[in-house]
Each structure stands twice: as C-alpha cells, then as structure tokens.
C-alpha cells in the first residue's frame, strides 16, 4: 500500500511539472500537448469501447473536449491565468476526492464507482475551494469577483465529479478496472483526465456565453 501511495505520488509531480510547463509555456508545446493527450486517450477508448455501441461518439466527445481545452487556452486571456485556474480546481476536486475518501471512508456514493464515497464527494468541494486563497496569491484572475468565483469553483468541481462518475460507468460496462497502465500508480490517461474532458467544455461554454464575469 506504501509502494503504490509513493508510486502514485512520484509520478503526479512528474506529471503535473510536465504538464503546468507546457500550460504556461503554450505555443506549440501545448498543441503537442493535446495532440499527445487525444491520440492515448482515443487508444484508451479504443481498447475500452470497441464492442460499444457508442465507439464512435467517445471519438468525437474527446476531440470536442479537447477543441474547447485549446480555446479556453487561448481565446479568453493573453496568458495561462485562467486554464491555470480551472486546471487547478479539477486537480484539487480529484485529490480531495482522494484522500478525505481513504480517510474517512463510509458510505458509497453510486454503485458505478466503488472507490467514490460521500467523505470523499465532500473532500473534492472542500479542497477545490483551496482556489479561492490560491487564485488571490497568485493574482490569476485579478478582477474576478469572489462571489462568481465561489459559485463557478462550484460548477467546474461538481462536472469534474460527475465526468469521473461517468467514465467509471464505462469502465464497469466494459468489466475492467483501469483504461490503461500508462501512469504507475494510477492506471491510464483517461483515468487521470476524465473529470477534465468534463469540466473544461462546461467552463469554455459558460465563459463563452457570458454566464459568468470572468475575463
């Protein structure tokens, strides 16, 4: 249990340090990025959904999913500020899930995701609202107000939620476990992206629609 904690925490900093410098960085680091992320996530779903009836909408979901990672990128700021934020808030809602849930256990949330329980629903909210003190002290969206961003922190921590929820529901429809091997410790691509592939198109499209004063 110790070896695979230490596992799956070595390769989360390598991860995130990989992937915060090609936020930041943007240009053509980020393209390869996304490219990277759409052709092992699209191998993942080939090997998970083959015999599906919706193979093909999988395909298209995550190219979708992945147009909007790239605007949100690039159309609202002319710097990482707000992909940072959001990317941050799923970051927090996953590992918040995480821990309060081998923690404290208890009751299971759905019977489509075993790992998920209410202490660890509950976690995910609390540790995403880390953002508001984070977005402050790096002054990531300086003119935001607080009540908007309580709210949106919200909404992309809940989608984040339900996307992990939902790719679980294929996981058990497929009879497997982990969509991959690719990263020690936690399975596959789509493992570790999935609240993501959620979370970002809705955030693309509330800020796109004006539903919030964010940029």
Sequence with gaps: MTNEILKRTLSSIILLLLTFFCIIKGSYLFIILLIAIFFISSLEWHNMSKQKSYYFIGFIYLFFSLFCVYKLRFDFTNDASLFLLITIICILTDIGGFIFGKAFKGPKLTKYSPNKTYSGLFGSF??????????????????????????????????????????????????????????????????????????????????????????
């Design 126 to 215: 609390f540790l995403s609202f880390s953002i508001i003190p984070i977005n402050f002290f790096f002054n990531f969206l300086n003119d935001i107000n607080l009540i908007t961003l309580i709210i949106f922190t919200l909404i992309v921590s809940a989608i984040s939620q339900l996307g992990d929820i939902f790719i679980s529901y294929f996981k058990r429809s497929s009879n497997i476990k982990d969509t991959g091997k690719i990263i020690p410790g936690h399975g596959g691509l789509l493992d570790r992206i999935d609240g993501m592939i959620f979370a970002f198109p809705i955030a693309y499209l509330m800020i796109l629609f004006n539903l919030f004063e964010i940029v």
